[in-house]
Nanobody
Framework: QVQVAESGGGSVQAGGSLRLSCVVS?????????MGWFRQAPGKEREGVAA????????YYADSVKGRFTVSRDNDKNTVYLQMSSLKPEDTAMYYC????????????????RGRGTQVAVSS
């Protein structure tokens, strides 16, 4: 059974930083997959934030986070990270990671989500 566990969320002030982690079990984490970070604020639809191709390391970002967020992976640990800097109140949301077969993208409907998410709250 596939297991996905997100962690690292918390409460920070605007301008602060957080690093989210997503650990994925077994064969789901493979070089023909993409891992994506998504977020969902109350009353809003889930939106793509960043994604990375496990095999080649190519990264993808939403315009709203470019220059502030960095997605990376550690293939030895089956883990994908989201380093978030210069956080804004509008970044407040539940953050989820999902997976899909390459090619990557930021459309939530194309990803499989198995984790519970991690909450990020940014105060002004």
């Amino acid at each position: 059974q596939v297991q996905v566990a997100e962690s690292g969320g918390g409460s920070v002030q605007a301008g602060g930083s957080l690093r989210l982690s997503c650990v994925v079990s077994g064969r789901t984490y493979s070089t023909n997959k993409c891992m994506g970070w998504f977020r969902q604020a109350p009353g809003k639809e889930r939106e793509g934030v960043a994604a990375i191709w496990i095999g080649g390391g190519t990264t993808y970002y939403a315009d709203s986070v470019k220059g502030r967020f960095t997605v990376s992976r550690d293939n030895d640990k089956n883990t994908v990270y989201l380093q978030m800097s210069s956080l804004k109140p509008e970044d407040t949301a539940m953050y989820y990671c999902g997976y899909k077969y390459y090619p990557c993208g930021l459309r939530p409907g194309e990803y499989d989500f198995r984790g519970r998410g991690t909450q990020v709250a940014v105060s002004s």
